[in-house]
């Protein structure tokens, strides 16, 4: 049972060019959703969240957005850099639930920044 | 470095040996989860503890596995009697106490071989 799906295993870009990465859910009981970026051998780095209550997050270069009713988010990263290459994971959790901080990974899609 | 720390960063065991992987959370955070990726998968949850408590262990297997998180020193996850399927990098990530809608931030995980 995916709960978190991130249909693209993989997305090339153009430097300079916007790179968007999509992540579906399932569970309505989820309300904390994160990106995080991994390179190999090190482990996930966290990138920008959103809160149920919002349905946009901006940081910098990075913007989450959220479509609750599709049950739908996305990253948008513009503009890409070389230095963006690597597996985005979308997350998420339900923080209302007492306990139930667990996260729980979409599959991941690497982003490749071509020059 | 006030990061999630995880030792050893590779560990080798033979099958039925034990694997101890260590976690110490980043500093000021007493929440600690444990994560299993296999090769091209996302991150899976494993358990949830705080200082001396374990909120959720859902995520982990009945046999074999345990984890804790003492009052004085680092979370240890134990996997006794290894088998080749055990084979995966294992990630802890920390939270701050009482934390809704704060991000879990990762070690660079162990490892784990199992010859």
């Known amino acids: 049972d995916q709960q978190v799906k991130q249909n693209s295993p993989s997305l090339s870009v153009q430097e300079g060019r916007i790179s968007i990465l999509n992540c579906d859910y399932t569970?309505?009981?989820?309300?904390?959703f994160l990106w995080y970026k991994k390179y190999p051998a090190e482990g996930p780095t966290f990138l920008i969240s959103i809160s149920s209550i919002k349905d946009k997050n901006e940081d910098g270069r990075f913007t989450v957005f959220l479509n609750k009713s599709a049950k739908h988010l996305s990253l948008h990263i513009v503009p890409s850099q070389p230095g963006d290459s690597a597996v985005y994971f979308c997350a998420a959790s339900a923080n209302r639930i007492q306990g139930a901080q667990k996260l729980v990974f979409g599959q991941g899609t690497r982003l490749t920044i071509n020059p | 470095n006030a990061g999630v720390m995880q030792n050893p960063r590779h560990l080798v065991r033979r099958r039925g040996q034990e694997a101890r992987l260590r976690c110490s959370p980043m500093?000021?955070?007493?929440?600690v989860y444990w994560y299993r990726q296999l090769p091209e998968e996302g991150l899976k949850f494993m358990v949830y503890?705080?200082?001396?408590?374990?909120?959720?262990e859902s995520g982990m297997p009945k046999e074999r596995f345990s984890a804790e998180f003492p009052k004085e020193g680092p979370s240890i996850l134990r996997i006794q009697q290894v088998v080749r399927g055990d084979s995966a990098a294992y990630f802890c990530?920390?939270?701050?106490?009482?934390?809704?809608?704060?991000?879990?931030?990762f070690g660079d995980g162990t490892r784990l071989s199992i010859l």
């Open positions: 503890l705080q200082k001396e408590n374990i909120i959720d």
């Open positions: 500093k000021g955070h007493s929440h």
């Open positions: 990530a920390s939270s701050p106490a009482g934390a809704s809608n704060q991000p879990q931030h």
């Open positions: 569970n309505s009981m989820f309300d904390y």
